[in-house]
């Protein structure tokens, strides 16, 4: 009866020995299969013959231990190996990898199905599916405003291809930069004449001058200046200044001046000594001296000339930005600071006339002396916009800032710029990204951003409880435990990595040296049934 023992111990070894051939075959099939998880097989041995009990000792002598022959071996278990496998990249953006411990949920016909594998496409009804079987990832998706519900509730992910955003008007825009507190100001002072008038010039002939003039709001004037001979060492000197139009926002007037013959020095203006002469328009912020004492009467060629300021520039500081209406059409709006005094500016926005026009587009900002904002009139500043074509009125806030925030005022260069607008035209969809928490963002043809939908994950207790159905999917079992659905990152310790895919994590070098104890197991085990097979063959040899 012993050797029949024997024989059946070595069909167990060659049983099982099989079947940790069959675990490895696969493995090594599966090497390069996506997201693909290894398994191992464990042996134990099994029941056992008791030949002799053991005994306990006495005073008198020692104790015997028990002797058993065992029967054989049987498998123990069949465990799946869940080690991170390496990522290829793909370059494909709905290619995605876990790194971590969770799994893709996906659903198919009703059932709940998950997965390692996250080689996904979108489907003609634009659902993030399974390439090979089009079971449907799940997660959540965004609501028109761009927000991921709260929650844990799965839904099937599908995002419309031809999803489009409408016009959004511009309502606030934010600026920022930093007004040179050593500029000099912008409105001009001084407009110095100089040169000569030729005493020989014939009575009725004429002589004109002119320079450009700024106000405080930095436009440009022209101020014209014409000598007119009336009689020997006489002249009419008619004076004007003139806007871009050419149309007379100051004078003219028309003044006597007298030059002394002898020396050629300017004598007299309208019968006083010569003296600089005021041209103001409050209105317009226009205040500078008009000084002509230096211009004489000889002989010698015309050479009437001047200068504004010494010829310095005007403080004029500017930032432009796209804005847009409510049919999302993009207008170019300009906000330019001219300094008026020491630690103030006036501010002002234009946009071309074309575009439409503007209202309660002026206003003052002063600063403190370490460069803060002091005060900002009107505070907030809000500029109504009418568009041409159609666009409704919009009112838009420009946020100059608050203390040392948006634009200040120190030594370093005047540079200002827009910051941020909430405008934008009408976009449609033209691309999108998933990261690494899961988040499926759109990208629109405005350059715009937008979630769209978010990828959820499953964990579970006990990741050897899932069943394996194929296609690189499992089902729960009574063991697994209860799926723990969340986000990527914290709550699932797992996060997704677009543009890859999870390799197999099969180790050949170590499946090889596993066949090779395999095979000599089960050459070991088919010995055992030959020898046993020849002693068997030697007791039946007795009768003869």
Sequence with gaps: MSLINSLFSGVSGLRNHQAMMDVISNNIANVNTIGYKGSRVTFSDTFNKVIRYGSNPTETGGGTNTFQIGLGMKMNSVD??????????????????????????????????????????????????????????????ANDEGQIPPGNYLEDIIIDSNLRLPAVATTDISWGGNLDSSSSMTRSELYLQTGNINSAMLVGDSITD????????????????????????????????????GTAVVGPTTAVVVFDPATGDMLTINGAAPAPIGITNATLGINFSFDPTAVT?????????????????????????????????????????????????????????ADGTLSGNTGTISFN????????????????????????????????????SGVTQTSSSSVVSALTQNGSSAASLSNINIDQYGYIVGVFSNGQSRQLAQILLATFPNLNGLISIGDNMFTVSANTGDALIGAPGESTGTTI?????????????????????????????????????????????LVR
């Design 80 to 141: 799946r190996n869940w080690t991170q496998g390496t990522f290829e990249g793909t370059g494909t953006t709905t290619d995605l990898a876990l790194q971590g411990k969770g799994l893709f949920v996906l659903e198919n016909n009703g059932e709940r199905f998950y997965s390692r594998a996250g080689a996904f496409i979108f489907d003609a009804a634009g659902r993030l599916v399974n390439s090979q079987n089009g079971a449907i990832v799940q997660g959540k998706v």
């Design 210 to 245: 002119s320079n450009t003039i700024y106000d405080e709001n930095g436009n440009a004037y022209t101020f014209q200046v014409t000598y007119t001979k009336t009689a020997a060492d006489t002249y009419d000197m008619q004076y004007q200044l003139l806007d871009s139009n």
């Design 297 to 353: 009467q000889e002989a010698n060629s015309n050479s009437l000339a001047s200068n504004v300021d010494d010829n310095r520039d005007p403080t004029i500081v500017t930032g432009s930005v796209t804005i847009f209406d409510s049919l999302g059409s993009a207008h170019t709006l300009t906000l330019k600071f001219t300094k008026t005094s020491n630690n103030n500016w006036n501010w002002s926005c234009s946009i071309p006339a």
């Design 369 to 404: 002396p370490d460069g803060s904002i002091n005060a900002i009139s009107p505070n907030p500043p809000v500029v109504t916009f009418t568009p041409t074509g159609g666009a409704s009125s919009q009112n838009i806030v420009l946020n100059l800032g608050d203390n040392f």
């Design 497 to 541: 990595q677009s543009g890859a895919l999870e390799q197999s994590n099969v180790d050949l070098s170590e499946e090889f040296t596993r066949m090779i104890v395999s095979q000599r197991g089960f050459q070991a085990s088919a010995r055992i049934v030959t020898v046993s097979d020849t002693l068997l063959q030697e007791i039946t040899n």
